[in-house]
């Protein structure tokens, strides 16, 4: 429903039971919703993760050296630590810092063309999973997009929630999206004021996973997606991760540098 002054948007929850490894997804969500042509499908990252087997039994974690000196930093079961600096480095990541209770991390994954990801401990933690494991993002992000598309038929963004700087809470970030261009460059347009905009570029896939953030929740709600309709968006061919900004470009760069691993010589 719209006129010239007001376009409302729809976020409409999922809620599905408990899910499992092994648990068809998209059978889960379909049987409890009827989607629309234009609808955007917004799920998390976890619950795609937890599906396809993700999740990581620490019992058979063996921390290294480098996992036990940075656990003590942040608090952390050094197996969880371990596990945190695996899903790192096979995103190509580093650590940018630490803090009492997280590594964090600075990720580059494989498809990823301008800019990095940062985020807590590479996406790992433990919450909303079986005591005893850790889980993170799905191993391959945009094939799961795809294949989620082609069950749903619209498109779909898969995000995750995360902290933002000198910000209490969380909101949350699309880290990939298929059928929708994540990014409208405003660049070349005036504002109010006729002045002509130099490097503002709104955010929708970001804007529409916090967006849905807010009806999924982080906590024991089982609802992990939420469907964007009537919001107005062209499709598009789009279908990868969201680029971020690089690094000689980025505002909050310079306070952002990687963190040297702790030596073996440290108590």
Same mark, same amino acid.
């Given at each position: %429903? ?51 087997? +993700? ?59 301008? &800019? ?6 590479? *996406? %790992? ?62 660049? *070349? ?13 709104? +955010? ?11 009806? %999924? &929740? ?6 992990? +997606? +939420? ?16 680029? *971020? ?19 073996? *010589?440290?108590?």
């Amino acid at each position: %429903m719209s006129n010239r002054y007001t376009h409302l948007i729809q976020i409409i929850p999922i809620r599905t039971g408990l899910l499992r490894a092994g648990d068809d997804l998209a059978e889960q969500i379909l049987k409890n919703v009827k989607l629309e042509p234009n609808d955007i499908v917004v799920l998390s990252s976890k619950a795609i993760a937890t599906t396809e087997g +993700a999740a990581v039994n620490l019992k058979n974690v063996i921390p290294s050296s480098e996992a036990i000196k940075y656990s003590k930093t942040c608090n952390q079961d050094p197996r969880l630590t371990e596990t945190v600096l695996a899903e790192m480095k096979r995103m190509n990541g580093v650590v940018a810092s630490t803090c009492p209770f997280a590594l964090l991390t600075s990720l580059k994954p494989h498809g990823m063309k301008t &800019g990095r990801i940062l985020c807590p401990n590479a *996406g %790992m933690d433990q919450s909303n999973i079986e005591e005893g494991f850790a889980i993170g993002w799905p191993k391959d992000p945009v094939r799961s997009a795809q294949e989620l598309r082609q069950s749903f038929g619209v498109p779909v963004i898969i995000s995750d929630s995360c902290c933002r700087p000198s910000r209490l809470g969380v909101t949350a970030f699309a880290l990939v999206c298929c059928g929708i261009d994540p990014l409208r460059s405003e660049v *070349g347009k005036k504002d109010l004021f006729g002045k002509t905009m130099r490097v503002t570029h709104e +955010a929708i896939a970001d804007q529409l996973a916090t967006a849905a953030n807010a009806v %999924m &929740g982080n906590a024991a709600q089982c609802t992990p +997606a +939420a469907i964007i309709r009537d919001h107005g968006l062209p499709s598009s061919d789009f279908c990868g991760w969201v680029d *971020g900004i690089e690094e000689g470009e980025d505002m909050f760069g310079t306070v952002l540098t990687p963190s040297p691993s702790p030596s073996a *010589g440290e108590g």
